[in-house]
């Protein structure tokens, strides 16, 4: 079962552009990300100065997610 869902989001990552991370559920624990209910995706935004501005999760569109990072470094 858990090598199935490495395989697949293996699977997942090679077919989108971009950095993608993977962590164990212990991982995320110890994260503590601020709003994360196991959704994936799961994206935190943070601003130039290193803070936390946004976290997003699911994915309404690329316009959508290009005017939140425009917004959280200021552009």
């Known amino acids: 079962m858990v090598l ?11 077919q989108h552009s971009g950095e993608h991370f ?8 110890e994260m503590d990300v601020p709003g994360y209910s196991g959704a994936i995706p799961h994206y935190l ?3 130039r100065d290193g803070k936390l501005v946004k976290h997003i999760t699911g994915w ?3 316009e959508n997610m290009k005017q939140e990072l425009d917004k959280a470094l200021g552009d």
């Open 22 to 29: 993977m962590f164990l559920q212990n991982e995320i624990k």
């Open 45 to 47: 935004i943070y601003g």
């Open 4 to 14: 199935t869902m490495i395989l697949a989001a293996l699977e997942m990552n090679a």
């Open 60 to 62: 309404s569109n690329l």
